[in-house]
């Protein structure tokens, strides 16, 4: 079972360079993800979601191979590409995978103008290598499926060792 973790950054690009370090880190089998996205509330206060994998071009992808094989056995491989790239795109879209987009536009809906929030959900970790990485980018904890010792070490990490170098620390 995974465990949903949403932490929020004072800027609107912070969520996503952890989410870079997020996928290093999976890369080198530190950490595996069920999924990870972002939210962004802009300047203006509108809310953008940003997903680790957009779905609906997978599926038009996808849709467009199928549907091409399958207008190549019926002699109309242009109408199978269609077809299958409309019809793999609104499957695509329709799928919803990972943390759910309402829960996601929700909680961005609290964020202040110009700041964003990572949400991950997290099969397998080895914590202290993990957030050695992600401390440095500070942020507080939104919401969790952790413990409450678990999500209070959480903070507690990123508190302390996401303070920049020119302020002491309180």
């Given at each position: 079972?995974?465990?949903?973790?949403?932490?929020?950054?004072?800027d609107e690009f912070k969520a996503e360079?952890?989410?870079?370090?997020?996928?290093?880190?999976?890369?080198?089998?530190?950490?595996?993800?069920?999924?990870?996205a972002v939210v962004v509330k802009d300047?203006?206060?509108?809310?953008?979601?940003?997903?680790?994998?957009?779905?609906?071009?997978?599926?038009?992808?996808?849709?467009?191979?199928?549907?091409?094989?399958?207008?190549?056995?019926?002699?109309?491989?242009?109408?199978?590409?269609a077809v299958g790239a409309a019809s793999?795109?609104?499957?695509?879209?329709?799928?919803?995978?990972?943390?759910?987009?309402?829960?996601?536009?929700?909680?961005?809906?609290?964020?202040?103008?110009?700041?964003?929030?990572?949400?991950?959900?997290?099969?397998?970790?080895?914590?202290?290598?993990?957030?050695?990485?992600?401390?440095?980018?500070?942020?507080?904890?939104?919401?969790?499926?952790?413990?409450?010792?678990?999500?209070?070490?959480?903070?507690?990490?990123?508190?302390?060792?996401?303070?920049?170098?020119?302020?002491?620390?309180?």
């Open positions: 079972m995974s465990d949903l973790i949403a932490i929020a950054y004072d360079e952890v989410r870079l370090t997020l996928a290093k880190l999976q890369v080198e089998h530190l950490i595996e993800l069920d999924d990870a300047k203006n206060g509108k809310i953008k979601l940003k997903q680790a994998v957009d779905l609906t071009t997978a599926g038009a992808v996808s849709g467009s191979f199928w549907g091409l094989l399958v207008g190549v056995l019926f002699f109309n491989p242009l109408l199978g590409v793999g795109a609104l499957s695509g879209a329709l799928t919803d995978i990972g943390v759910d987009d309402n829960f996601m536009r929700e909680l961005g809906e609290t964020l202040k103008n110009g700041t964003s929030a990572l949400f991950v959900l997290v099969r397998k970790a080895t914590p202290d290598k993990v957030l050695a990485e992600i401390a440095p980018y500070g942020g507080k904890v939104l919401r969790t499926s952790l413990s409450k010792d678990d999500e209070a070490k959480l903070q507690e990490v990123l508190t302390l060792h996401g303070i920049p170098n020119d302020k002491p620390a309180v």
